[in-house]
DNA sequence: TAACAGTCAATATC
DNA sequence: GATATTGACTGTTA
C-alpha cells in the first residue's frame, strides 16, 4: 500500500467517530470487525475496530512523532473536565490498567525513547483526542458500566450469592479459569522507609551494583536478591523517567523564557542531545557500562540518568541520584554526597546495607561518587541516540516525507517534530545526510549507474 | 545474559 | 472511590 492511500484511509479512519467501543463487559477488547490483517500482535481493545485493515501497530509505525507531554496533558484535562475516570479510560481506550494509566499521565516519555509498543497508547489517546465523541463515548460507557453494575449489585443481592466477587463490571481476568486459590498469590513485598533510604544509598554510590553487592545488600536487608534487583532495576528506569518530565517541564518553562537560561538551553538540547552528544566517543564504549561499576560505575549512572539534563533536574532526585548536574553545580560543601550527607540517618541495618554497598566498590570508589559525579551524561544520550536511531524511520523520517498528511492525521499541530529539528542541528544534519542518500538512491535507481557512496 | 521497556496489580494516599 | 506508588513479572534488545 502506498503510503499516500494507507494516509488516506488513516485520515478517514481518525475522522470517521468511532465506532461503538464495544467494551465489552467481559473485558475482552472488541474484536474489530475484521481480524487485523495477518498482524501477529494479540488484538488489543481498539476503539479503532472496524476500520480498515490498519492495525494499531501500523497506525504507530506510521506515526509521526507525537508529542506525548502535551497529548497527556490534554487527555488528562478532558478526563478531569469530564469526570471520567482513568480506570475506564485505561481499559476502554488503551487496554491498561489504571495503574498503568496513572503513571503514563504522570510520566509520559518522549516520543523517541519509546518503543513502537510504547508508542501504542498514545496513539490511542491521539487518536482518541481527535475523535469528536470521545467524551460522550466513555461517557456512555461509564453509565453502562454504572447499570451494569447496579444490575449485578442487585441480583446477587436478591440471589444472595455470597461468593461473587464484587468486582465491578469487567472482569477481565485472564482466561476464565476459576481462581484457584487466592492463597497461592505471593504477598507483596513492601520494603520499609529504612530499606529504601538504604537502597536509594546503595544506588549512589553503585547504580548498577554487581552481583556480590546486591547479595549484601540482600542480605544485609533481609531481602531476597531478586527484590533487590528488582528494586535497582525500578528505580533506574523510573527516576529516568522523572528526568525526562523535568526536562520537559523545564523545556517549556524555558522557551517562554526564550533566552539563553541555563535550563532553556539543557531542555532545548536534551532531546537532541540524547542522540547526538554520544555520537562518537562514548556511543564506544556503549553499553559497556552496564558494567561500569566495575569500572568506575559513576560512568553508568550517568549513561542512565543521562547528562544533557543538566539544569532540569528533580530537587528530589537531585539528592538521589548520582548525575552531571551536580558536576556543574558542586554542591556546596559536599551537602548531597548522600552517603556523607547529612540526610536521614537510616536503621543501623539500612546503614550497614548501604556501607556494604559502598565497600564492595572498588578501590577509590567512596562516596564521593555521588558528590563527583559520574561521567556524565554522554551516557543517557547514548540511549537515547540509540533508540532514536532504532527507529528514526518512524519518527523524523516518516515525516519529513509525507509531514503534513500524517501530522493533519493525527491532528497534529503541535508535534514535536517540528520542535526536535529546530532543536536539534544535528539532527538535521542527519536527517539532512539521509535526504541526500535518498535522493542519490533515487537517482541511482533512475540512471541505474554505479554511485560512489560517502555517508 | 543483564538491562531494559512496558505492564500488572496490590497497596497507599488523597 | 479515584488516583498514585511500587514490587514483580514478561518479553525484547544488545
New binding site residues.
Given amino acids: 500500500m502506498s503510503s499516500s492511500e494507507s494516509v488516506k484511509s488513516l485520515t478517514e479512519l481518525v475522522q470517521q467517530p468511532c465506532p461503538p467501543i464495544e467494551t465489552s463487559k467481559d473485558g475482552k477488547p472488541p474484536e474489530p470487525s475484521d481480524p487485523p490483517a495477518s498482524d501477529s500482535q494479540p488484538a488489543t481493545p481498539l476503539p479503532l475496530s472496524g476500520h480498515s485493515a490498519l492495525s494499531i501497530q501500523e497506525l504507530v509505525a506510521m506515526s509521526p512523532e507525537l508529542d506525548t507531554y502535551g497529548i497527556t496533558k490534554r487527555v488528562k484535562e478532558v478526563?478531569?473536565d469530564n469526570n471520567l475516570?482513568?480506570?475506564l479510560f485505561g481499559e476502554t481506550i488503551l487496554?491498561?490498567?489504571?495503574?498503568?494509566v496513572?503513571?503514563?499521565?504522570?510520566r509520559p516519555?518522549p516520543w523517541h525513547?519509546?518503543?513502537l509498543?510504547?508508542?501504542?497508547?498514545f496513539v490511542r489517546m491521539q487518536l482518541w483526542l481527535n475523535d469528536p465523541n470521545n467524551v460522550e463515548k466513555l461517557m456512555d460507557m461509564k453509565r453502562m458500566e454504572k447499570k451494569a453494575y447496579m444490575k449485578r449489585r442487585h441480583s446477587s443481592v436478591s440471589d444472595s450469592q455470597p461468593c461473587e466477587p464484587p468486582s465491578v463490571g469487567i472482569d477481565y481476568s485472564?482466561g476464565a479459569s476459576p481462581q484457584p486459590q487466592h492463597q497461592l498469590?505471593?504477598?507483596?513485598?513492601?520494603?520499609a522507609p529504612e530499606e529504601?533510604e538504604a537502597l536509594k544509598r546503595a544506588y549512589q554510590q553503585k547504580p548498577?551494583p554487581s552481583?556480590k553487592t546486591i547479595e549484601e545488600l540482600a542480605t544485609q536487608l533481609n531481602l531476597?536478591t531478586?527484590?533487590v534487583i528488582?528494586?535497582f532495576?525500578?528505580y533506574?528506569?523510573?527516576i529516568?523517567r522523572e528526568l525526562f518530565i523535568e526536562e520537559i517541564q523545564a523545556g517549556s518553562q524555558g522557551q517562554a523564557g526564550a533566552s539563553d537560561s541555563p535550563s532553556a538551553r539543557s531542555s532545548r538540547a536534551a532531546p537532541s542531545s540524547e542522540g547526538d552528544s554520544c555520537d562518537g566517543v562514548e556511543a564506544a564504549e556503549?553499553?559497556g557500562a552496564?558494567?561500569a561499576e566495575e569500572s568506575g560505575g559513576p560512568a553508568a549512572a550517568a549513561?542512565?540518568q543521562g547528562g544533557p539534563a543538566e539544569a532540569a533536574v528533580a530537587p528530589e532526585e537531585r539528592e538521589e541520584a548520582p548525575r552531571p548536574a551536580e558536576k556543574a553545580q558542586p554542591p556546596p560543601s559536599g551537602a548531597p554526597g548522600p552517603a556523607d550527607g547529612p540526610g536521614p540517618v537510616p536503621n543501623p541495618a539500612a546503614a550497614a546495607a548501604a556501607a556494604a554497598a559502598a565497600a564492595a566498590t572498588p578501590a577509590g570508589e567512596d562516596a564521593a561518587t555521588s558528590a563527583a559525579p559520574p561521567a556524565e551524561g554522554p551516557c543517557r544520550a547514548r540511549?537515547g541516540a540509540?533508540r532514536s536511531s532504532?527507529l528514526p524511520s518512524t519518527s523524523a523520517p516518516a515525516a519529513a516525507r509525507r509531514p503534513s498528511s500524517l501530522q493533519s492525521l493525527f491532528g497534529l499541530p503541535e508535534a514535536a517534530g517540528a520542535r526536535d529539528s529546530r532543536d536539534n542541528p544535528l539532527r538535521k544534519k542527519k536527517a539532512a545526510n539521509l535526504n541526500s542518500i535518498i535522493h542519490r538512491l533515487e537517482k541511482a535507481a533512475s540512471r541505474e549507474e554505479p554511485i560512489e557512496w560517502e555517508f
Avoid: F
Wanted: no cysteine; charged share 30%.
Fill in positions: 478526563l478531569t475516570g482513568q480506570r487496554g491498561l490498567t489504571q495503574g498503568s496513572s503513571d503514563l499521565l504522570a516519555k525513547k519509546l518503543s509498543k510504547g508508542r501504542e497508547p485472564q498469590k505471593k504477598p507483596r513485598v513492601v520494603l529504601k548498577y552481583p531476597k531478586s527484590t528488582n528494586w532495576h525500578n533506574r528506569s523510573r529516568r556503549g553499553p552496564a558494567d549513561k542512565s540511549d540509540h532504532a
